[in-house]
């Protein structure tokens, strides 16, 4: 079955804390994304990846850290995460090099105290 | 101006009535328009997109596009119950950037 897997779903962490969410798909994509989600201010890019060791910034970048080692995995790091970084963060991912995301994952519910 | 803008709803439509729901976006140099489904709890799932000025029919849905007046959206006939989500507009700005609008929140009463 075609799909992006995230781990953990839920997570709750203290402030300064370092934390990985991991993100991987079966599809073979090049294109992989993390997104997270708040109210009122929606689906927001955090960073990109067009393919194996090649990530750049999206939006909202400040905070957190990927990479991209194996074209399946695109793990996401928070150093040091505060709380203004709880939220719901989704992976993305999608064939081309289109930034669109065709699959994205379950979503991982963060939150930092 | 925010780059993708949508009424928040809840948009609220009777089981087989049309639900319009609508988008509009900053950037007149954007070139792609996509429209995803995210259910209560779930992830968002892309549903339809359009690149082309005029109509784009997929069963039930057509999505709209104008790009002079720069909106686009999203016809759902024969609305169902089991259509009841929030509805999220995105926008390809180019440079590998999709902004995403804040959703519209549909309801279809039985």
Not at chain 1, 44 to 72: A, C, F, H, L
Not at chain 2, 6 to 12: R, T
């Amino acid at each position: 079955e075609a799909q992006v897997t995230q781990n953990p779903r839920y997570l709750i962490t203290v402030t300064g804390k370092k934390l990985t969410v991991t993100c991987s798909q079966n599809m073979n994509h090049e294109y992989m994304s993390w997104y997270r989600q708040d109210p009122g201010l929606g689906l927001r890019q955090i960073y990109y990846s067009m393919n194996v060791e090649v990530t750049d910034k999206g939006d909202v970048p400040e905070g957190y850290k990927v990479s991209r080692k194996e074209k399946r995995n695109f793990p996401l790091i928070l150093e040091s995460p505060s709380p203004n970084q709880t939220s719901l963060y989704f992976c993305a991912s999608s064939l081309s090099n289109s930034p669109e995301p065709e699959f994205f994952g379950p979503g991982t519910r963060l939150t930092v105290l | 101006q925010k780059e993708v803008e949508q009424n928040s709803g809840p948009l609220s439509v009777p089981e087989g009535a049309i639900a319009s729901l609508n988008c509009t976006y900053s950037d007149r140099g954007s070139q792609s328009f996509f429209w995803y489904r995210q259910y209560s709890g779930k992830s968002p799932e892309l549903i339809m997109f359009i690149y082309s000025n005029g109509d784009k029919e997929d069963g039930r849905f057509t999505a709209q596009l104008n790009k002079a007046s720069q909106y686009v959206s999203l016809l759902i006939r024969d609305s169902q119950p089991s259509d009841s989500a929030t509805y999220l507009c995105a926008v390809d700005t180019g440079f590998q950037k999709l902004v995403f609008g804040t959703g519209t929140r549909l309801l279809v009463s039985p």
